[in-house]
């Protein structure tokens, strides 16, 4: 997510093994390091699905498709945290991390998140999220 009060960046990520990072890796790396829903449009497949999945979804999770419903979807709130690792199989990235929530009110809560992203032809083409909230943090 973004480095806190820093609205040009969404993500720390340190690198595990120093090697050449894949472009679906740097896809999903620059996806969760850019705040700027405008730079985010052209990571995104025209008919991308984001499913979410967390406490009060229904067991078929919570599902936004097309590129539009994903950017409203995405919110405004300020987003900090930390990218704790890549991981990629084929078209397949899982992203695992901490987010930081400042709402426009001014609550704030934490979020333990896996991520997986199926990319088609360098872009994302879904997104199925996982979330838990980390008791004590809102």
């Known amino acids: 997510?973004?480095?806190p009060g820093a609205m040009g960046t969404r993500f720390k990520s340190k690198p595990v093994v120093p090697a050449a990072m894949s472009a679906n890796k740097?896809?999903?790396?620059?996806?969760?390091?850019?705040?700027?829903k405008s730079k985010l449009a052209p990571l995104l497949a025209d008919d991308v699905e984001?499913?979410?999945?967390?406490?009060?979804?229904?067991?078929?999770?919570?599902?936004t498709r097309g590129k539009e419903a994903h950017l409203k979807n995405y919110g405004d709130d300020q987003l900090s945290g930390e990218l704790h690792r890549l991981t990629e199989e084929g078209n397949v990235v899982v992203a695992e991390g901490t987010a930081h929530v400042t709402k426009k009110d001014g609550t704030s809560l934490s979020v333990r998140f896996v991520d997986i992203f199926e990319?088609?032809?360098?872009?994302?083409?879904?997104?199925?999220?996982?979330?838990?909230?980390?008791?004590?943090?809102?």
């Open 50 to 63: 984001w499913i979410e999945w967390a406490d009060g979804v229904p067991a078929s999770g919570a599902m």
């Open 1 to 3: 997510m973004r480095n």
């Open 26 to 36: 740097k896809l999903i790396e620059t996806y969760l390091g850019t705040a700027d």
């Open 119 to 138: 990319i088609e032809n360098g872009k994302i083409k879904r997104k199925s999220s996982f979330g838990a909230l980390i008791k004590g943090s809102n």
